[in-house]
């Protein structure tokens, strides 16, 4: 039987997953908290690809390049390098608005989730995981990941901040003890080691603080 535990997924579809309760396959975050996430990692896959990197604000592209494989990063890429302008809070803003649409049509490519038409004339569509248990076991993985301090990969670090930066901590820690929550401290530090990277996630966290006080106005 095929088990998806140890299946790598890319970086953005593992967020998206994490996102996700798996018992009831509603987000746990907030929509916009959620796109903007999805959004950041989509970008972080650009740069951990090394087509891209964060300089004073704004996103630069490589110099030399191949165009990426993936239809998805291939229409990122080609908008940045049209538009080269704009700061990255643009760009997160601007991605997450189609990303998790993006990111759903990965899952169903890959067989991991299909799509089930709902209500009386059938006419809305959802995204539904072949597995539940499979969404469960993305959290359980990474929350695993950070009581153990085991990052193996810049993805695995990347989401970790992601988690933070959205809200996300509370529901993948849950059941962890206070010293296990202390590790996301540590751990976060190693970002400052891809300074690209830091500053996509600590971008998010801004973009997501100023929607909150505008919610509050």
């Known amino acids: 039987m095929h088990t998806w535990e140890d299946v ?5 579809d593992d967020f998206y997953l994490i996102g996700l309760d798996g018992r009831t396959n ?14 950041a990692a989509l970008l972080a896959e650009l740069v951990l690809a090394n087509y891209i990197r964060i300089n004073n604000g704004r996103i ?3 110099y030399r390049h191949y165009a990426p494989e993936a239809r998805e990063h291939a229409d990122m890429l080609s908008r940045i390098i049209a538009e080269p302008q704009h ?10 608005q189609t990303a998790t649409d993006v990111v759903q049509q990965r899952l169903v490519a890959r067989r991991f989730m299909h799509v089930e038409s709902r209500g009386m004339l059938r006419t809305k569509q959802s995204y539904v995981p072949v597995d539940p248990m499979a969404v469960e076991w993305r959290s359980l993985r990474i929350a695993r990941v950070i009581s153990r ?8 670090l990347t989401i970790i901040g992601l988690i933070v930066a959205t809200g996300l901590a509370e529901a993948v820690m849950w059941d962890s003890q206070t010293d296990e929550r202390d590790n996301l401290v540590a751990i976060l530090h190693y970002l400052n080691d891809e300074p690209s990277l830091h500053a996509l ?3 998010v966290e801004t973009l997501i603080a100023a929607a909150v006080l505008a919610q509050r106005k």
């Open 87 to 96: 700061h990255l809070p643009v760009w997160i803003s601007y991605f997450a």
């Open 201 to 203: 996630i600590t971008q």
């Open 60 to 62: 630069e592209v490589a």
């Open 149 to 156: 301090r085991d990052i193996r990969t810049w993805e695995d």
């Open 8 to 12: 790598p997924f890319s970086l953005a």
């Open 26 to 39: 509603r987000p746990r975050l907030h929509a916009k908290a959620m796109n903007l996430g999805v959004g």
